[in-house]
């Protein structure tokens, strides 16, 4: 079974290694939705496959991290593509939730990414 637990944060970035004249070479904003999936068996004593609390304390920090940010001045996140937060959220987490299977975030309401613990 797989769960998924939503958050939204707003951040600015631009992307240094897009071409000159590429508009995201330029200071912009996004509201991000992330989506964070746990795949597991469902437990019979609870009767969850993990407590969204639990899920929301270890992912929370993180996101309260980036929330009102310049991306570009995180730890790790000089080049903020889509696709680099959403690595950088799963080497933050991902040894704290078992059965972390996806991340999906969005940049937009119709562009983003879906990481699933190794590049392909």
């Not at 240094?16 to 991000?32: S, W």
């Not at 939705?33 to 437990?43: F, M, P, R």
């Not at 987490?93 to 879906?114: D, H, Y």
Request: charged share 20%; aromatic share 10%.
């Amino acid at each position: 079974m797989t769960i998924y637990k939503q958050f939204t944060f707003d951040a600015a970035h631009f992307l240094p290694d897009v071409p000159e004249g590429h508009r995201c070479r330029q200071v912009h904003g996004h509201t991000y939705y992330l989506t964070i999936y746990v795949t597991g068996t469902v437990s019979t004593e609870e009767g969850w496959v993990i407590d969204f609390k639990d899920l929301k304390a270890v992912v929370k920090p993180l996101v309260d991290q980036l929330d009102h940010t310049m991306l570009n001045k995180i730890e790790g996140l000089q080049n903020p593509t889509a696709e680099n937060v959403a690595r950088w959220f799963w080497q933050g987490i991902q040894s704290e939730i078992p059965g972390l299977s996806r991340i999906e975030l969005k940049e937009t309401p119709t562009s983003g990414v879906i990481y699933e613990g190794e590049d392909q």
